[in-house]
C-alpha cells in the first residue's frame, strides 16, 4: 500500500502530499469519522533531537489551537502513530504566498495592502493572547483562490513568558524576515513579528526580501542588522506604514493592532470640514475603483501601479527617515499680495486666474519641498503648503520644473500631470481645505539617476 494511502491515527486516511517544511511534511487526508477534508503535518524526525519533536508538536498544537480567527489556520489535534508525531489542521485550498510571487511577480499595491490588513488582524489576535509567531513569511501565508490570506504553521512560536531554554544559543526564524533585534541574538518580541510582517509585504510588493537574499548569511545578517533601508519603490501610500513597520528599534514600531489600523488607512479618503463635494466624490470613486480592479490576489486582477493622472489616498504618519544622508528644503517665500487680505471680494478678485507670475512667486500659500529620505539613485519627498491667508483656501497647486536627472515615480495625497520637466500637483480633494495658518502635505518618490536630489523653486497657488 502506497504511504499517501494509509489511515492513521485509524482516522485519517492520508490522499496526499501537499507541501513541506524543514521539518515537516503536509499531507491532504480524510477525516473519516467526520466525513471531511483535513490537513495533517506529519513532524519528521532530525538526528540528535530525541523528543524534541514530540515536544514541538505538542507546542505548536497547543499555541494554535488557542488562536480561533477567519486568517489563521485552524488547529484540530495533535497525536503520534508508529513513532511519528501528526498535527491535524482545517484544509484550506491555497497557495503560498511565495509560490504566488514565483508565479506572478510582484502583487499590485491593492492586494499587498488587503493581504497586509488580513495576516495583521490574526496576528493583532494572536499578540492579544501574548502568543509570538517568530516566523512571519511569504511561506507561511496562505492565499486562497478568493484571495482570502491566512497565516499558518506556529511550530516556532512561544506564549510570551514562556521559558526559552531550547532556544539558547539559537536564532529562530527565516534569516531574510528576521527582525534586527533578533539576527544580532537578542530574544524576539511582539515587535520582532511586526517587523517580519513589514517584511512580507515589502517582498510581496518588490518581489524581493527588504535586504534581498544572499547565499552567504553573514552578509544577510550584516545587512540586517545595519539596517541600511531602501524604501519600496512601488509602495506610494504604503511606503510611510512599511518603513514604520521596518524600524529598525522595536519600541519605533506600531503595534501590530496599530499597524493594522495604519494599513486600513491607506485607500480611504480622510474627512475635513466640507470639501467640495464634487471632488471629494470623485477621488471616493477612484479609490473605490482601484481596489475593485483587484477582487482577488490568486486571480492576478492587477490594478496599473503609474497611471498618467495619479490621486492617492491620505497618509496620518510621515515618512520615517531611515537612511536619509542628508536633509535640505525649498521653500517659496514672496509674502501674499496685500489685497489678498483686504475683504473676501478683493481676495477672490486677487486670486482669480491671471498671466502666469515669476516663479516663486505665490497666491494665497507656500510650499515647502524637504527631501526626507535619500539612497543610492532615488529619494523619498515631503512637499508642504501653506495657507498664508486669514480665510480658508477651497484649494491649491503647487507647480515647479523638475530638475535634470531625477523623475517622479510615485506620488501620494495629491493629483499630478507632467509634460516634459513641467509638474503640477494640484489637492486631493479630501485635503483641499486648509484653515487659515494651517497646512497640507503630499509626497513623492523620485529617481535620481546622477548626483545628489536636487530641490526646485515651487509656485504654490490658491484655487
Not at 145 to 172: C, K, M, N, Q, Y
Not at 201 to 225: K, M, N, V, W
Not at 334 to 347: F, L, N
Amino acid at each position: 500500500m502506497a504511504f499517501e494511502e494509509q489511515l492513521v491515527n485509524g482516522r485519517y486516511r492520508l490522499l496526499g502530499h501537499v507541501g513541506r517544511g524543514a521539518m515537516s511534511l503536509v499531507w491532504r487526508a480524510k477525516d473519516e469519522r467526520l466525513d471531511r477534508v483535513v490537513a495533517v503535518k506529519q513532524f519528521l524526525h532530525e538526528p540528535g533531537t530525541g523528543g524534541d519533536v514530540c515536544e514541538r508538536a505538542i507546542r505548536e498544537a497547543r499555541l494554535a489551537s488557542r488562536l480561533r480567527h477567519p486568517h489563521a489556520v485552524a488547529v484540530y489535534d495533535v497525536f503520534e502513530d508508529a513513532g511519528s508525531m501528526y498535527l491535524v489542521m482545517e484544509y484550506v485550498p491555497a497557495r503560498s504566498l511565495t509560490e504566488l510571487l514565483v508565479e506572478r511577480g510582484p502583487l499590485p499595491r491593492c492586494d499587498v495592502l488587503r493581504l497586509g490588513r488580513q495576516i495583521g488582524a490574526a496576528l493583532a489576535a494572536a499578540h492579544g493572547d501574548w502568543i509570538l509567531h517568530r516566523d512571519v513569511t511569504p511561506n507561511n501565508v496562505l492565499v486562497a483562490d478568493d484571495g482570502t490570506a491566512l497565516i499558518t504553521d506556529f511550530g516556532v512560536s512561544r506564549a510570551l513568558g514562556e521559558h526559552p531554554a531550547a532556544d539558547d544559543g539559537v536564532v529562530v526564524g527565516t534569516l531574510p524576515y528576521l527582525a534586527p533585534e533578533v539576527a544580532r541574538g537578542g530574544e524576539a518580541g511582539l515587535p520582532s513579528d511586526v517587523y517580519s510582517l513589514g517584511a512580507t509585504l515589502y517582498t510581496a510588493l518588490e518581489g524581493t526580501p527588504p535586504f534581498g537574499t544572499s547565499d552567504d548569511p553573514i552578509t544577510l545578517l550584516r545587512r540586517i542588522t545595519e539596517n541600511q533601508l531602501t524604501p519600496p519603490g512601488h509602495g506610494g501610500p504604503l511606503t510611510p506604514v512599511l518603513m514604520r513597520m521596518l524600524e529598525r528599534d522595536p519600541a519605533a514600531r506600531p503595534s501590530m493592532q496599530e499597524a493594522v489600523d495604519l494599513l486600513a488607512t491607506v485607500g480611504r479618503p480622510a474627512t475635513a470640514g466640507a470639501p467640495r463635494r464634487s471632488r471629494l466624490r470623485r477621488v471616493a470613486v477612484i479609490g473605490a475603483a482601484a481596489c475593485l480592479t483587484s477582487v482577488s490576489v490568486a486571480a492576478g486582477l492587477a490594478l496599473a501601479d503609474r497611471p498618467a493622472a495619479t490621486t492617492a489616498v491620505p497618509v496620518e504618519h510621515p515618512p520615517t527617515t531611515i537612511t536619509a544622508s542628508h536633509t535640505v528644503s525649498s521653500t517659496t517665500t514672496a509674502p501674499a499680495p496685500a489685497s489678498a487680505r483686504v475683504s473676501d471680494g478683493s481676495a477672490r478678485r486677487s486670486t482669480l486666474p491671471a498671466p502666469p507670475e515669476p516663479l516663486g512667486a505665490t497666491a494665497g500659500c507656500t510650499a515647502r519641498y524637504e527631501i526626507t529620505n535619500a539612497w543610492p539613485g532615488g529619494s523619498q519627498v515631503q512637499v508642504t503648503v501653506h495657507n498664508d491667508r486669514p480665510r480658508r483656501l477651497t484649494g491649491w497647486t503647487v507647480t515647479w520644473v523638475q530638475p535634470g536627472g531625477a523623475g517622479i515615480r510615485d506620488l501620494w495625497n495629491g493629483t499630478l500631470s507632467q509634460v516634459g520637466s513641467a509638474v503640477t500637483v494640484t489637492d486631493a480633494g479630501w485635503n483641499a481645505l486648509v484653515e487659515p495658518d494651517g497646512s497640507a502635505s503630499f509626497g513623492l518618490n523620485q529617481d535620481v539617476t546622477s548626483g545628489h536630489p536636487a530641490v526646485p523653486v515651487l509656485d504654490c497657488r490658491s484655487n
